[in-house]
């Protein structure tokens, strides 16, 4: 019996992720592919907190009227 993946885009997805990480070891060398492999789950949760805290600090009317969902539940009456 053969056994067939789940989740084939996936595993499109991280094959082709792998031959771009041979190209740009390529380029700029394996060892800084690797450190940017290391980093690249805390630059995206410092990006999420940025973001968070952009929302935060500024009118944040102005960024959620882009978000579907949200945009119908503050609608004002005129």
Known sequence: MTRHPQFPVLLL???????????????????????????????TVWGGVGGVALVYFTDWRLIMDYVPYINGKFKKDD
């Open 13 to 43: 997805w991280s094959s082709s992720s792998t031959h771009n990480s041979d190209m740009l070891g390529k380029i700029i060398g394996q060892k800084y592919v690797s450190v940017a492999k290391t980093w690249a789950p805390t630059l």
